[in-house]
């Protein structure tokens, strides 16, 4: 069992979110299926992409012995599918290493000349969806900033029974500010626009 001190240590290591394509014909991609060819294998990489974890840790989400455990570590580590994310300690104060998904997603092509342009296009995904994020963060802060000045004016407040009639502006202003989170709504919004885009681009 992982023990309670390596449960509550702070974990800082997160695992690569980079996109890792293979050919079906590739000797890589052998090496790979054969490492995910157990239950067990692939069991353990299920819950790395759930959460990293120590061996101990592992054995537990698994209901295995961590001999096992290290057994299946070696191979995937082998095949690349896993890597070192970070080192906790134990309560003995001894090193243990934290394992994570060394890619994320993994995609296996049948014409290995197409791989550069999926992964091209994967990580332009990837970034994409990144700067949006971003964005969301600084419109949700701004929205804040915008709602707790307007908000002392009472202005995002809903109206009482005892209120004059509402106009549409207010009310809109009160559900963007209040009910829904502006960031989330932006977020959806440009996720939207980039999926029409791209349908129309399809076409």
């Not at 999926?118 to 990144?130: C, E, L, Y």
């Not at 963007?176 to 989170?181: N, P, S």
């Amino acid at each position: 069992m992982s023990s309670p001190i390596e449960t509550i240590q702070e974990r800082t290591g997160t695992a690569d979110e980079s996109p890792r394509v293979l050919g079906v014909a590739e000797n890589e991609t052998d090496d790979v299926l054969d490492a995910l060819a157990s239950d067990t294998s692939r069991s353990l990489f299920r819950t790395l992409y759930d959460e990293p974890g120590t061996p101990s840790e592992i054995a537990d989400r698994c209901d295995t012995s961590v001999q096992n455990v290290h057994y299946h570590i070696a191979n995937l580590k082998d095949a690349e599918l896993i890597e070192p994310v970070e080192t906790v300690y134990s309560s003995k104060g001894n090193e243990m290493t934290v394992y994570g998904p060394a890619s994320d997603p993994i995609v296996l092509v049948s014409d290995r000349d197409l791989a550069p342009r999926i992964q091209q296009s994967m990580a332009n995904v990837v970034t994409g969806v990144g700067l949006i994020g971003f964005a969301s963060l600084f419109v949700q802060w701004g929205a804040e900033k915008l709602a707790d000045s307007a908000g002392s004016s009472g202005v995002l407040a809903p109206a009482s029974p005892q209120a004059g009639p509402v106009s549409g502006t207010s009310t809109l202003a009160w559900f963007v500010f209040e009910v829904v989170e502006p960031g989330v709504l932006f977020f959806c919004l440009c996720l939207t626009v980039l999926g029409m885009a791209a349908l129309l681009t399809d076409d």
